[in-house]
C-alpha cells in the first residue's frame, strides 16, 4: 500500500515524535488523481483520529478495492474497565462514522454491510464504495471539519446553560435504530447521577488492576507514543506528568477523584446519556456512530464534552442509573456537555500501524 519513501516519512515522523501531525491532515491532499485504494487510505487518515477508551484505537482497517474493512483489534482491549468489550466497540463505531462523514465530503456514495462474519466477529463493518454520492446524507450537515477539530475536553465547564436551538442540534442527532439520546438539565437528577459517578470513581480507584490498567495509557507530556493519554489532557502540565503513570498506579486517589467529578457533573449544564435497546456488539457499534455524531455536532457548535462513564463501566451502578433515568435501555455512554477553554489533541498511530493485509 505504501511505498519506500512514504514508509521512510512515516517512520522518521515517529522518530521526530511527530504523533500528532495526523491532526494536520489538509482536504486538499485529497490524492484526486490517484487509484482507489490511495483515496481510500486517504479517507482513513479521518477515521483515526475517532476518540477511543484510554486512546488505544483498538481498530485495525483493511482494503481490497472499492472496499474498507473496519475490525476492533482485540490485542488493544481493557480487560479491567472495559471487561467485555462493549467500549472497544464503541470506539470502532466513532471510527467508523469519521470514515464515512469524510467519505460523503469526497462525493463517495456507499452501502455498509455490519458483522457480516458474525455477530460476535473482529470484523465489524465492510463498507463498499462507490463514484455516485448518496441520495441522502446519514449525517447530520458539515460535520466533516469538525474532525479536526473535535477533542475530549476535561476542563472545568462554565455554568452557562446551552440554549435550546443548540441542544436541538444535538437531539437531531440521534436517529440511529435502536439507540435513545437523553439530555439531562434538571439539577436533581443531575446530583443524584453525581452521586452514581462518585461511587463509581471510588470502586474504580480502589481497585489496584484498575489504577495499573490507566497508569499503563498514561504517558508524559512529550510523549512519543502514538497512543495513550499525555497527562496534559487531565491538566497536569510540564514536568510533573513524567510522575503520571507512577501516582495514578501507586496511590489511590479516589476521595479527589470522585469529589472531582462529583462537582463536574452537577455543575455541567447538560449531562447526556446514550442507552440501546440490546447490549450486543452491533449496538455498541451504532451507539460509537451517534456519539460521534454527537460529539462533532457539539465541536461545530462551540460546545465541548467529557465522558463520565464510571456508573457505566461499574456493573452494579449500570442497574442504578438505569432505574435511576427510568429507562427501558441500557445506559452505553454518559458525558457532560457544556462551555469551556479548548484543550490539546492526543496522539494518534500512523496509518499503516492501523492497516492490514
Ligand atoms: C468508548 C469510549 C469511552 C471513554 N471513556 C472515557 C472515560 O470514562 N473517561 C474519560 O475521561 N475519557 C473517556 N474517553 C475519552 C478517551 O480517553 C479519548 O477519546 C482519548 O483519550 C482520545 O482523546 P480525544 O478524544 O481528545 O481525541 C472515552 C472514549 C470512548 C470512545
Known amino acids: 500500500m505504501f511505498n519506500e519513501k512514504e514508509k521512510k516519512e512515516v517512520r522518521k515522523e515517529k522518530m521526530n515524535g511527530k504523533n500528532l501531525a495526523h491532526w494536520e491532515v489538509k482536504e486538499k491532499d485529497f490524492p484526486k488523481a490517484g487509484t482507489i485504494e490511495k483515496e481510500l487510505t486517504f479517507l482513513l487518515r ?16 483493511s482494503i481490497r478495492g472499492n472496499k474498507i ?43 455498509l454491510d455490519f458483522f457480516p462474519e458474525g455477530k460476535e466477529d473482529e470484523l465489524v463493518a465492510v463498507a463498499e464504495f462507490f463514484a ?30 446551552i440554549n435550546e436551538e443548540s441542544l436541538q442540534k444535538l437531539k437531531e442527532c440521534a436517529d440511529e435504530e435502536g439507540i435513545r439520546l437523553d439530555l439531562i438539565k434538571e439539577p436533581q437528577v443531575k446530583s443524584e447521577v453525581a452521586e452514581l459517578i462518585a461511587r463509581g470513581d471510588v470502586i474504580q480507584m480502589n481497585n489496584k488492576a484498575f489504577r495499573r490498567e490507566l497508569a499503563s495509557w498514561i504517558r508524559h507530556n512529550w510523549t512519543k507514543s502514538g497512543d ?100 427501558e435501555e441500557l445506559p452505553q455512554l454518559l458525558f457532560r456537555l457544556g462551555y469551556a477553554k479548548l484543550r490539546r489533541h492526543t496522539p494518534r498511530r500512523p496509518i499503516q500501524e492501523v492497516l492490514v493485509q
Not at 479521518?46 to 482497517?61: C, E, R, V
Not at 479536526?148 to 476542563?155: D, I, L
Not at 452537577?266 to 446519556?273: E, F, S
Open 46 to 61: 479521518y477515521a483515526l483520529l475517532a476518540p477511543s477508551g484510554h486512546n488505544t484505537q483498538p481498530w485495525n482497517f
Open 69 to 111: 474493512s473496519v475490525y476492533v483489534d482485540l490485542a488493544r482491549n481493557l480487560p479491567v474497565v472495559d471487561h467485555d468489550n462493549r467500549e472497544m466497540y464503541i470506539s470502532a463505531g466513532c471510527a467508523l462514522a469519521n470514515l464515512l462523514i469524510a467519505a460523503e465530503h469526497f462525493h463517495f456514495g456507499y452501502k
Open 132 to 161: 455516485e454520492e448518496l441520495e441522502q446524507s446519514e449525517f447530520p450537515e458539515n460535520l466533516f471539519a469538525s474532525i479536526t477539530q473535535r477533542h475530549t475536553n476535561r476542563n472545568e465547564y462554565e455554568t452557562r446553560t
Open 228 to 327: 495513550g493519554m499525555p497527562c496534559y489532557a487531565f491538566g497536569i502540565p510540564g514536568a510533573i506528568s513524567f510522575l503520571g503513570p507512577f501516582f495514578i498506579k501507586s496511590f489511590n486517589m479516589s476521595k479527589s477523584q470522585s469529589e472531582k467529578d462529583r462537582r463536574f457533573a452537577d455543575q455541567t449544564p447538560v449531562l447526556g446519556i446514550l442507552s440501546s435497546a440490546k447490549d450486543d456488539k452491533l449496538s455498541c457499534v451504532k451507539t460509537g456512530i451517534l456519539f460521534e455524531k454527537i460529539a462533532l455536532t457539539a465541536t461545530k457548535i462551540g460546545i465541548q464534552y467529557a465522558f463520565l462513564n464510571q456508573p457505566i463501566e461499574v456493573p452494579e451502578l449500570r442497574q442504578e442509573l438505569k432505574s435511576l433515568l427510568k429507562l
